[in-house]
């Protein structure tokens, strides 16, 4: 199962994922946590350029998380699943198509662009939703991508959301406790495997 862990910057991602995945190891479940940007050699390479400036036009940048994510698809999620260990995405579709949708691209041409992601994978897709404002105030190292400003998160937002009604993904609200989220992902996927 692919379990995607989804949402805009600093509303808590990664400590959710590290916890379900903890959370699955316990049960017994063989279980993985995996990120386009840091999960392949071809991802990391790609990650230091787009965070270190050299990749900065958004259709350069674009095309190297194509790239990072093809990867991850064909190295490491598709072996992952076929062996039977859950996956669990810490960002998804749902950032990519948000993230350039905001910088202006569309989204036919965007999700025309992932033809290489499987469609038939069963997948959850939990959107982790917080105020723009209160989620950038928690951002401890703002990075190259912070600095797209508020109007530009807004607009990210928006789209996250209207995905999630489009697509019928469980959307939490993330400014709560760790915990809170935690069992209230718990909960979601008991409801979603059911």
């Known amino acids: 199962m692919l379990i995607v862990v989804d949402g805009p910057d600093s509303v808590g991602k990664t400590t959710q994922c590290g ?3 903890d959370s699955l190891i316990r049960k017994g479940t063989e279980a993985v946590v995996l990120k386009t940007l840091d999960s392949t050699v071809i991802g990391t390479l790609l990650g230091n350029l787009l965070r270190g400036g050299v990749i900065t036009a958004p ?3 674009l095309f190297a998380f194509l790239l990072a994510t093809a990867r991850l698809y064909r190295e490491r999620i598709t072996p992952a699943l076929a062996k039977g260990v859950t996956v669990i ?3 998804g579709v749902g950032s990519h198509l948000s993230y350039f ?3 202006g691209f569309g989204r036919g041409q965007l999700e025309a662009m992932l033809w290489f ?3 038939d994978l069963p997948t959850i897709t939990i959107l982790l939703d917080m105020d723009v404002a209160r989620a950038l105030k928690r951002k401890k190292s703002p990075s ?3 600095q797209m400003g508020e109007e530009f998160f807004g607009k990210q937002r928006r789209i996250f959301l209207a995905l999630a009604r489009e697509k ?3 959307v939490l609200n993330a400014d709560r406790s760790i915990q809170a989220i935690h069992q209230e992902i718990l909960e979601a996927l008991k409801r979603e495997t059911v």
Do not use: H, S
Request: glycine share 10%; hydrophobic share 40%; no cysteine.
């Open 117 to 119: 992601i499987p469609k």
């Open 101 to 103: 949708g905001a910088l």
């Open 168 to 170: 019928g993904w469980t």
């Open 89 to 91: 995405l810490d960002r």
């Open 19 to 21: 916890l379900l995945r």
């Open 59 to 61: 259709e350069e940048q």
């Open 144 to 146: 190259k991508f912070d």
